[in-house]
């Protein structure tokens, strides 16, 4: 079992950074490949970043260039560094986990969200 556990969130003005921590409370945290998804009020989850557990990263078309996912595998952390917020990133921030298991998709977990508002 695993236990995932947001924190970062808050306000921020428009142009303005934050960054996002997920800690990983489980076991083998190199075998996952972490993800950051967010929900908007009225639209579905989408995927923000994801990094894989060699390192790879992917982004959002919305947050390319301005959104940052990193993992330090040594402290089981995760990391979504946000710059040059706009009022359109306003949603609940979700910390993923999914297992790889040789080569397919293994166990999946979720965090309980934080919430990043960036005010018009």
């Known amino acids: 079992q695993v236990e995932l556990a947001e924190s970062g969130g808050g306000l921020v003005q428009p142009g303005g950074s934050l960054r996002l921590s997920c800690a990983f409370l489980?076991?083998?945290?190199?075998?996952?490949?972490m993800n950051w998804y967010r929900q908007a009020p009225g639209l579905q989850r989408e995927l923000v970043a994801a990094?894989?557990?060699?390192?790879?990263?992917s982004y959002a078309d919305s947050v390319k260039g301005r959104f940052t996912i990193s993992r330090d595998n040594a402290k089981n952390l995760v990391y979504l560094q946000m710059n040059s917020l706009k009022p359109e990133d306003t949603a609940v921030y979700y910390c993923?986990?999914?297992?790889?298991?040789?080569?397919?998709?293994?166990?999946?977990?979720w965090g309980q969200g934080t919430q990043v508002t960036v005010p018009s």
């Open positions: 990094i894989s557990s060699g390192g790879s990263t």
């Open positions: 489980g076991n083998i945290f190199s075998a996952y490949a």
């Open positions: 993923n986990a999914l297992k790889n298991v040789l080569g397919t998709r293994g166990p999946e977990y």
